[in-house]
């Protein structure tokens, strides 16, 4: 048997590649931050945020409350606290389908 490399994954992430990432500002995350409790990046020595796939997750689970469904902070805090697996799962599964759309709708461009 052949010898696989094991893929090495990024286990913490700067705030401006979360920002990047969602096209935001970091001012907006540093702003959740202090607003939602689910937010908690943890902090190196010089003070700088390091975000994990769970701290992206629950900024994502926010910006997609905020941004694209119109909740107020009070009503995604509201939401949130009623089942945040349920909403995470939710928002999980919307980007799923958008990277699944996206790539049938490059397929469909090629096989044009």
């Not at 943890?42 to 701290?55: A, E, H, I, L, V």
């Not at 945040?84 to 799962?89: D, M, Q, R």
Request: net charge positive.
């Amino acid at each position: 048997m052949p010898y696989k490399e094991k893929e090495i994954q990024k286990k913490y992430f700067t705030i401006g590649e979360v920002a990047d990432e969602l096209g935001v500002a970091t001012s907006l995350i540093r702003f959740w931050e202090g607003e939602f409790d689910i937010i908690k990046p943890k902090k190196n020595r010089k003070g700088n945020r390091q975000f994990t796939q769970d701290d992206i997750r629950n900024v994502k689970l926010i910006y997609y409350l905020v941004k694209e469904k119109g909740f107020t902070l009070q009503g995604a805090r509201d939401f949130i606290k009623n089942d945040v697996e349920a909403a995470t799962n939710k928002v999980e599964l919307i980007e799923s389908l958008k990277r699944v759309r996206t790539f049938l709708e490059t397929l469909k461009k090629e096989l044009d």
